[in-house]
């Protein structure tokens, strides 16, 4: 059975920083390529970013985190990681990682001050 857990999200000031990750169990991670998701309130799921299988030497990034955003992952650890720099109020969401149309219960992330 697949399983997804997130973690990481929390309260955080404009211009900082949160790292998320995603405990992956249930199905060879190394072999799938990775995605994570958000959704803000009031609007539709949107894609943030996405690592290739393997040693993940390919990542895709949504227009609205490229330069700011970096996906990672760990094979050994089977954990995707996702690290958010200069936090914006409108990166206010809660984010998902997914695979094999499976979805974690998501973290919340809030950039306020």
């Known amino acids: 059975q697949v399983r997804l857990v997130e973690s990481g999200g929390g309260l955080v000031q404009p211009g900082g920083s949160l790292k998320l990750s995603c405990a992956a169990s249930g199905f060879t991670f190394s072999t799938y390529t990775m995605r994570w998701y958000r959704r803000a309130p009031g609007k539709e799921r949107e894609l943030v970013a996405q690592?290739?299988?393997?040693?993940?030497?390919?990542?895709t990034y949504g227009d609205s985190v490229k330069g700011r955003y970096t996906i990672s992952r760990d094979n050994d650890k089977n954990t995707l990681y996702l690290q958010m720099n200069s936090l914006k109020p409108e990166d206010t969401a809660v984010y998902y990682c997914n695979v094999l149309n499976t979805w974690g219960q998501g973290t919340q992330v809030t950039v306020s001050s």
């Open positions: 690592i290739s299988n393997f040693g993940g030497r390919t990542t």
